[in-house]
């Protein structure tokens, strides 16, 4: 299909309301002053502009190849414009559609929009209004770097705290980048001018085309195997988005997270971020930003250094300082001043603890003895010496030693011990009465 113009006359509706505004815009008077009768408001103009659009079959359904660009989310709802080399148009996507697409649009992303073309009243600017959408070309590409980013991330390819910090002061770095580009000639003159010291290992790597990622990888496994090697470098010199999407090999991605040294990305683009760069410990916008990254300058390190010697100078005043008012502390003690007083104030501290023990032991030795005599007395009470004073006896039985306390227990004969206050008796018992018999006797008298 050839160009398509806006052919009103042969392509829209002959409504009557149509047909009169078309009379009105048209109609000429041989007056020179307009009629302000016949004058249409701008709501009027833009609706009847709508109404040819809505009229054109054509472009009801057009499909439009075009850059993103000022693209911008608004609840979920896309605006942009879509443009090529010469001309720019501006679009609109409902949320609706934006959720169904297969892919993240992105700024500078080459897609195919299908859609209707119409006209924004309030603006009276006409614009696509997008209900599908794919990549094309570069987009293309783009959707799959898209899918890949989410993949490493959910990997754990990107996450910071796995980073490694670069060596302060490294001695010896290694660049993988092409050795008839700029960015090695960058990198090695700001490298040298900034420190004098440091020496670099170069491998000569394809940077873009076919084959680039593979030999950017062989140039990292190289570096790997050097010894003493401190950092290592990627990049090259600025370049196209053609040329830096080698930088989004995923196998590249895995060799920079296997390194075993840091890896500083270096791929001369400010404003693309690539997989290499979110991989790498660090990121350099240019070559020659990372060799001022990983390179640290002489004179810096000469302040660095002065700065730490100062701090170390006053570290030690402040110190000497502290340690002088202690000893100026500690000669006013009377101590120091008079050692005598020290042992003096021992003495006199001793002297008070042995009079306060002795009159603690005074007094636990008088409660002590108030409760022997207290044991004492109960003891004496209960005593059967008390009882053989009051002029009892106590008689046992010889030889088994049994006391006898009825006469039952001593018949006639029988041999006794008795026991007085002042000694003992032996006898023999030559009668025996019973307490039975006693008191028969007492009734009968």
């Not at 502390?329 to 104030?345: H, K, N, S, Y």
């Not at 042995?354 to 636990?364: D, G, V």
């Not at 029988?414 to 019973?434: D, F, H, I, W």
Request: charged content about 25%; hydrophobic content about 40%.
């Amino acid at each position: 299909m050839g160009p398509v113009g806006l052919e009103v006359s042969h392509r829209r509706k002959k409504s009557d309301t149509g047909q009169e505004m078309a009379g009105i815009l048209h109609q000429r008077g041989d007056s020179p002053l307009m009629d302000p009768n016949k004058a249409i408001t701008v709501s009027e103009l833009n609706a009847y502009v709508r109404d040819l659009f809505r009229s054109d079959d054509f472009l009801r359904q057009v499909l439009v190849r075009g850059e993103i660009g000022n693209l911008r989310n608004y609840q979920g709802h896309l605006y942009f414009t879509l443009k090529d080399e010469k001309a720019s148009v501006k679009a609109v996507m409902w949320r609706s559609d934006a959720l169904r697409l297969s892919f993240v649009p992105s700024e500078g992303a080459e897609v195919i929009a299908a859609g209707s073309v119409s006209v924004f009243e309030r603006d009276g600017v006409y614009q696509v209004y997008v209900n599908y959408m794919e990549p094309s070309g570069l987009g293309a590409l783009y959707a799959a770097l898209e899918k890949l980013k989410e993949k490493l991330e959910k990997e754990g390819l990107f996450r910071q705290e796995r980073k490694r910090p670069l060596p302060f002061f490294p001695r010896k770095i290694g660049l993988v980048t092409s050795v008839r580009g700029a960015a090695i000639k960058d990198i090695v003159s700001i490298g040298r001018r900034r420190f004098r010291g440091v020496s670099f290992v170069v491998v000569d790597a394809k940077v873009q085309g076919e084959g680039a990622a593979q030999s950017i990888i062989r140039g990292i496994n190289i570096l790997n195997q050097v010894p003493e090697l401190d950092v290592i470098i990627i990049g090259r010199g600025g370049g196209s988005q053609e040329d830096l999407f080698v930088f989004n090999d995923e196998a590249l991605a895995r060799a920079i997270y296997a390194s075993k040294v840091p890896v500083v990305s270096a791929v001369g683009h400010e404003r693309d971020v690539t997989v290499a760069d979110l991989v790498a410990d660090a990121r350099a916008a240019t070559p020659s930003q990372a060799a001022e990254l990983v390179v640290p300058a002489a004179q810096d390190l000469l302040s660095l250094v002065r700065g730490y010697g100062e701090d170390m100078r006053n570290e030690i005043y402040k110190m000497i300082g502290g340690y002088r008012q202690t000893l100026s502390l500690l000669r006013g003690r009377p101590a120091l001043e008079r050692p005598d007083w020290f042992l003096t104030l021992w003495r006199e501290s001793l002297v008070r603890s042995t009079r306060e023990l002795e009159t603690a032991m005074a007094a636990i030795m008088e409660k002590k003895s108030s409760a022997l005599a207290n044991v004492y007395a109960k003891l004496d009470a209960l005593s059967p010496l008390r009882v053989l004073s009051r002029g009892y006896s106590l008689v046992r039985r010889v030889p088994d030693g049994v006391i006898v306390r009825s006469a039952e227990q001593a018949p006639r004969g029988t041999a006794v011990q008795v026991s007085l206050m002042k000694g003992s008796l032996v006898c023999r018992v030559e009668e025996s009465k019973t307490g039975e018999a006693e008191d028969e006797k007492a009734g009968r008298s």
